[in-house]
Antibody, heavy 122, light 107 residues
Framework: QVTLKESGPVLVKPTETLTLTCTVSGFSLSNARMGVSWIRQPPGKALEWLAHIFSNDEKSYSTSLKSRLTISKDTSKSQVVLTMTNMDPVDTATYYC??????????????WGQGTLVTVSS | DIQMTQSPSSLSASVGDRVTITCRASQSISSYLNWYQQKPGKAPKLLIY???SLQSGVPSRFSGSGSGTDFTLTISSLQPEDFATYYC?????????FGPGTKVDIK
């Protein structure tokens, strides 16, 4: 079955760089019409899309965070990595990775990881 | 970027009630609209994609409609397990955006 699992530090200091890894199983990152997104959710707040990467290596980033984000994938390891630079306490959130499916040009997140809470504090 | 709004931001309802949640896009997004359900401490779950297509395994009491800028999610008969927060999300632009959410709680 399809699973996604996020991993990374639970605590980072302000100005540090966050590196999160999403390890997937049950599908390949080389599958056409599929990709992986990162989405975050500050405590008690709404979901915010951050970035995605598709099987053809097409990438897209949130306009407001683009300068701080980098997404990449290692198909052989079934991993998607997100880095976010210059972390700030407002970046404290649960970070999710989710699979994107392209169904006749309609894109949606059909499987999600459990999420990982990242706290930014000195 | 395309902005998404939802109304109401919260509502109280009873088991068996018909519930309707509205989502509006800042520009036309055709039918590129998805709905998710999120329970506390859990990841979101896909309910509806392409505005009106029911995701496999989702109960038929959930339905979606709309196109262009205005969309609705309807729960025909609210069940105890449906108390949650619901989010819409557009995929017309690959700069995906979510709505602010609608919390459905028990009256």
């Amino acid at each position: 079955q399809v699973t996604l699992k996020e991993s990374g530090p639970v605590l980072v200091k302000p100005t540090e760089t966050l590196t999160l890894t999403c390890t997937v199983s049950g599908f390949s990152l080389s599958n056409a019409r599929m990709g992986v997104s990162w989405i975050r959710q500050p405590p008690g707040k709404a979901l915010e899309w951050l970035a995605h990467i598709f099987s053809n290596d097409e990438k897209s980033y949130s306009t407001s965070l683009k300068s701080r984000l980098t997404i990449s994938k290692d198909t052989s390891k079934s991993q998607v990595v997100l880095t976010m630079t210059n972390m700030d306490p407002v970046d404290t959130a649960t970070y999710y990775c989710a699979r994107i499916v392209d169904s006749s040009s309609f894109l949606y997140f059909d499987y999600w990881g459990q999420g990982t809470l990242v706290t930014v504090s000195s | 970027d395309i902005q998404m709004t939802q109304s109401p931001s919260s509502l109280s309802a009873s088991v068996g009630d018909r519930v309707t949640i509205t989502c509006r896009a800042s520009q036309s997004i055709s039918s590129y609209l998805n709905w998710y359900q999120q329970k506390p401490g859990k990841a979101p779950k896909l309910l509806i994609y392409a505005a009106s297509s029911l995701q496999s395994g989702v109960p038929s009491r959930f339905s979606g409609s709309g196109s262009g800028t205005d969309f609705t999610l309807t729960i025909s008969s609210l069940q105890p397990e449906d108390f949650a927060t619901y989010y819409c999300q557009q995929s017309y632009s690959t700069f995906f955006t979510f709505g602010p959410g609608t919390k459905v709680d028990i009256k």
